[in-house]
């Protein structure tokens, strides 16, 4: 580990299992296993921390073995424990964790994990979370000390779309290292997909859990990892139309969809409930609102077609299936890990993040984050007025890479 190549870690909230424990622990601790999925002695340390909010139990006020038996537990907080444990300052506000108490940026890379804690939903019920606020304060330092570093942003930019354009133009106005996104793209499928670089596609499924914005947009990012070589690169994406409770197997018996995508993705879930899907689904709760199942519908700009259907209830898992233009059907599961490798995509992305660090390449292209980011704000607003399409200028969005 290096001590010259010093990261900030800016963060809504520091939980067993939330975003920032599966993230930066691994920085602070790194698992032998997490070798398997391509992460091993950090290069770069973590030397500063900024927590937004803080749960009420201190983990250090637990025994180690009532700790161990509460793993999972939301209300434990390990901000304060890991700062501690590892000599880390935890300052009060973004700016001093940026300039560790001087009057200039001292670090060289931001970690930014708006992801986990107590914000409310809006009417959409996207949650809000202040990914963009966080942002601009990291900018106002680096505006004020005349120089940026690279910066990691967990997940979609901002649930405002408005504001995702604004972080993606002041990044490439500022020339920030900006990478951003998912960890699902970096794990692959089971079976794997061969490279698909330069495949005509005609269609794909996915499958994906728990609800439309927050896993929505992983089955978006894994979608646009495996198609976004397709000939003539990436062109966007014209209309949206979101299906939810029985409207689900309706469209797919119109046509919406392939059905025999649909069961190929169904497939090869390698976590799937018992019994009938539209059963199992029917009374799925998620953040406590009962919603079923749901469907979301997209219409690319090259006549290319995707569907992207949450069953929650009946499985907890990510599949894609897709058919090439000469009729070859490829379908996998995603290779997350689980909680049995203490979720090991998560080491997978922190290799790409280090990369960033150490590079300034960002693995990816921001242009995928932003595309992906502004259809799942697309998609929530469709799902207001399910099985009616909606067209979506705002999404006509090119990129090759």
Same mark, same amino acid.
Not at 181 to 207: N, R
């Given at each position: 580990?290096?001590?010259?190549?010093?990261?900030?870690?800016?963060?809504?909230?520091?939980?067993?299992?939330?975003?920032?424990?599966?993230?930066?622990?691994?920085? &602070?601790?790194?698992?032998?296993?997490?070798?398997?999925?391509?992460?091993?002695?950090?290069?770069?340390?973590?030397?500063?921390?900024?927590?937004?909010?803080?749960?009420?139990?201190?983990?250090?006020? @637990?025994?180690?073995? +009532?700790?161990?038996?509460?793993?999972?537990?939301?209300?434990?907080?390990?901000?304060? $424990?890991?700062?501690?444990?590892?000599?880390?300052?935890?300052?009060?506000?973004?700016?001093? /964790?940026?300039?560790?108490?001087?009057?200039?940026?001292?670090?060289?890379?931001?970690?930014?994990?708006?992801?986990?804690?107590?914000?409310?939903?809006?009417?959409?019920?996207?949650?809000?979370?202040?990914?963009?606020? &966080?942002?601009?304060?990291?900018? #106002?330092?680096?505006?004020?000390?005349?120089?940026?570093?690279?910066?990691?942003?967990?997940?979609?930019?901002?649930?405002?779309?408005?504001?995702?354009?604004?972080?993606?133009?002041?990044?490439?106005?500022?020339?920030?290292?900006?990478? /951003?996104?998912?960890? =699902?793209?970096?794990?692959?499928?089971?079976?794997?997909?061969?490279?698909?670089?330069?495949?005509?596609?005609?269609?794909?499924?996915? =499958?994906?859990?728990?609800?439309?914005?927050?896993?929505?947009?992983?089955?978006?990012?894994?979608?646009?990892?495996?198609?976004?070589?397709?000939?003539?690169? +990436?062109?966007?994406?014209?209309?949206?139309?979101?299906?939810?409770?029985?409207?689900?197997? #309706? /469209?797919?018996?119109?046509?919406?969809?392939?059905?025999?995508?649909?069961?190929?993705?169904?497939?090869?879930? +390698?976590?799937?409930? $018992?019994?009938?899907?539209?059963?199992?689904?029917?009374?799925?709760?998620?953040?406590?609102?009962?919603?079923?199942?749901?469907?979301?519908? @997209?219409?690319?700009?090259?006549?290319?077609?995707?569907?992207?259907?949450?069953?929650?209830?009946?499985?907890?898992?990510?599949?894609?299936?897709?058919?090439?233009?000469?009729?070859?059907?490829? $379908?996998?599961?995603?290779?997350?890990?689980?909680?049995?490798?203490?979720?090991?995509?998560?080491?997978?992305?922190?290799?790409?993040?280090?990369?960033?660090? =150490?590079?300034?390449?960002?693995?990816?292209?921001?242009?995928?984050?932003?595309? !992906?980011? @502004?259809?799942?704000?697309?998609?929530?607003?469709?799902?207001? !007025?399910?099985?009616?399409?909606?067209?979506?200028? +705002?999404?006509?969005?090119?990129?090759?890479?």
């Amino acid at each position: 580990m290096s001590d010259d190549f010093k990261i900030a870690v800016i963060s809504t909230i520091y939980y067993p299992a939330s975003h920032t424990d599966v993230i930066v622990s691994r920085w &602070l601790e790194p698992r032998p296993q997490d070798r398997d999925w391509g992460w091993d002695t950090p290069k770069t340390r973590i030397a500063s921390l900024y927590v937004s909010q803080f749960p009420t139990q201190d983990v250090r006020d @637990l025994p180690p073995e +009532e700790f161990e038996r509460n793993r999972y537990r939301k209300d434990l907080d390990l901000a304060r $424990a890991m700062a501690e444990k590892h000599k880390l300052p935890l300052y009060d506000t973004v700016r001093d /964790a940026l300039t560790m108490g001087s009057d200039s940026l001292a670090v060289e890379g931001v970690l930014l994990i708006g992801e986990h804690g107590d914000y409310p939903f809006n009417a959409l019920r996207q949650k809000l979370y202040p990914r963009k606020e &966080l942002f601009d304060q990291i900018v #106002e330092v680096f505006r004020e000390s005349g120089k940026v570093v690279p910066v990691f942003c967990d997940k979609h930019l901002s649930w405002n779309p408005d504001w995702a354009l604004e972080m993606y133009r002041t990044s490439q106005e500022m020339a920030i290292p900006f990478f /951003a996104g998912s960890s =699902l793209p970096f794990v692959g499928l089971i079976p794997p997909v061969p490279d698909l670089s330069g495949k005509e596609i005609a269609e794909y499924v996915g =499958l994906f859990y728990v609800g439309p914005e927050a896993y929505g947009f992983h089955s978006l990012e894994l979608m646009q990892s495996l198609i976004e070589r397709r000939p003539g690169g +990436e062109s966007g994406i014209r209309r949206v139309t979101a299906y939810t409770g029985d409207q689900v197997a #309706e /469209a797919m018996a119109q046509g919406a969809w392939s059905r025999d995508l649909f069961d190929a993705a169904l497939a090869v879930t +390698e976590r799937k409930g $018992a019994g009938d899907w539209r059963e199992n689904c029917r009374d799925f709760v998620s953040y406590e609102e009962t919603i079923g199942p749901s469907a979301l519908v @997209l219409e690319h700009v090259d006549g290319f077609r995707s569907a992207h259907i949450m069953l929650g209830g009946h499985l907890e898992d990510f599949t894609a299936a897709l058919r090439l233009n000469d009729g070859t059907v490829f $379908a996998g599961s995603s290779a997350n890990g689980g909680q049995d490798s203490f979720y090991g995509h998560f080491a997978a992305l922190d290799a790409r993040i280090e990369q960033l660090f =150490l590079t300034g390449k960002p693995p990816i292209p921001l242009e995928r984050t932003l595309l !992906t980011t @502004l259809t799942i704000a697309a998609c929530m607003n469709a799902l207001q !007025t399910p099985g009616i399409s909606c067209d979506t200028p +705002e999404l006509c969005l090119s990129y090759t890479w």
